[in-house]
T-cell receptor, first 113, second 116 residues
Framework: GENVEQHPSTLSVQEGDSAVIKCTYSDSASNYFPWYKQELGKRPQLIID?????GEKKDQRIAVTLNKTAKHFSLHITETQPEDSAVYFC????????????FGKGNQVVVIP | NAGVTQTPKFRVLKTGQSMTLLCAQD?????MYWYRQDPGMGLRLIHYSVGEGTTAKGEVPDGYNVSRLKKQNFLLGLESAAPSQTSVYFC???????????????FGDGTRLSIL
């Protein structure tokens, strides 16, 4: 099955700086890559996703890039703010007719005011 | 439109007791999923369903059973609870666009379950 790994496990950044989280996946058939943000005690919430037919997608301060050849994708957060502090999960899904996702273990992002 | 609703929110059980977690969605989604979340382990899929009356095993199905008698509900059962099942359980649902592209999964608020 699909195996998704996230690096680094914890990331601390100064407010206003950029944060980058990288994920790798193993199944070359995977074609859907969502990112979820989870605040302490809350549900995971989708913040951005990308499909394999595009290389980059942006939504205000967040962007995701995909490198299919290397099988990795990254989340970029610019101009970080304290409310960006959370655990971020990447995931990968394939064309198997069930929308099933394999999740990474998560990255704790801490934005230092 | 409540989205995905999980009940109960918290529960403490003794080893060997049984219970059922309920997930309900009002978005007319075909697909539903049960995950468990443990510290440092991310979200691991327990069971899932691609439609009413169907269920399938995920990554960590042992010790759990599920049922999808109605499209809007997905039940997760623990027949004989064990301390190793202490976890936060999340339910999610998504549209089916097969053979179209994958659709986002929407999560409930979770059930925090402690087994003593």
């Amino acid at each position: 099955g699909e195996n998704v790994e996230q690096h680094p496990s914890t990331l601390s950044v100064q407010e206003g700086d950029s944060a980058v989280i990288k994920c790798t996946y193993s199944d070359s058939a995977s074609n859907y890559f969502p990112w979820y943000k989870q605040e302490l005690g809350k549900r995971p919430q989708l913040i951005i996703d990308i499909r394999s037919n595009v290389g980059e997608k942006k939504d205000q301060r967040i962007a995701v890039t995909l490198n299919k050849t290397a099988k990795h994708f990254s989340l970029h957060i610019t101009e970080t703010q304290p409310e960006d502090s959370a655990v971020y999960f990447c995931a990968a899904g394939g064309p198997y007719g069930n929308n099933r996702l394999a999740f990474g273990k998560g990255n704790q992002v801490v934005v230092i005011p | 439109n409540a989205g995905v609703t999980q009940t109960p929110k918290f529960r403490v059980l003794k080893t060997g007791q049984s219970m059922t977690l309920l997930c309900a969605q009002d978005m007319n989604h075909e697909y539903m999923y049960w995950y468990r979340q443990d510290p440092g382990m991310g979200l691991r899929l327990i069971h899932y369903s691609v439609g009413e009356g169907t269920t399938a095993k995920g990554e960590v199905p042992d010790g759990y059973n599920v049922s999808r008698l109605k499209k809007q509900n997905f039940l997760l059962g623990l027949e004989s609870a064990a301390p190793s099942q202490t976890s936060v359980y999340f339910c999610a649902s998504s549209y089916n666009r097969d053979p179209g592209p994958n659709q986002p999964q929407h999560f409930g608020d979770g059930t925090r379950l402690s087994i003593l």
